[in-house]
């Protein structure tokens, strides 16, 4: 298997990931464990970005470090803004729910939270797709 080909399966990987992640938070917000909802929507768009990241060979090792590369892909153009928006806000969330024993968001927020994580997801798997494509044009 070749560089690119062990590159796709593993962008692949991260997707499916993402996926795993997504479920959880569909689960969470429905046994009202909003708090996990929240997280885990995050570490599904966390996931989904990445997949797209790896697939164009780049690695961050940190979750400031995804978002700073993400934010790239929105200044290129590659990536519409409201996904870069979606990104932070879900960081900010997950930093809040995870860390802060007094803040606490409730049902809506978690739902809002489960839904932009999957329009995100939906948009990853897109892009996921065009790039692999386009990888596979430019050989």
């Given amino acids: 298997m070749g560089e690119k080909d062990e590159r796709e399966k593993i962008a692949k990987a991260y997707l499916e990931k993402a996926r795993e992640h997504l479920k959880a938070a569909r689960i969470s917000l429905e046994h009202g464990l909003f708090r996990d909802a929240i997280s885990r929507a995050y570490y599904s768009v966390y996931s989904a970005a990445y997949s797209v990241l790896y697939l164009l060979g780049k690695t961050p090792k940190t979750h400031a470090g ?7 892909l929105v200044r290129e153009g590659i990536v519409e803004v409201n996904y870069g928006k979606i990104l932070s806000k879900l960081y900010e969330m997950r930093e809040t729910s995870d860390y802060d024993p007094i803040s606490f968001y409730g049902e809506e927020e978690a739902r ?10 939906l948009r990853m798997e ?14």
């Fill in 66 to 72: 995804l978002r700073t590369s993400f934010g790239l």
């Fill in 112 to 121: 809002q939270a489960v839904l932009d994580a999957e329009r995100f997801l």
């Fill in 126 to 139: 897109k892009l996921y797709e065009e790039m692999r494509g386009k990888l596979d044009r430019e050989g």
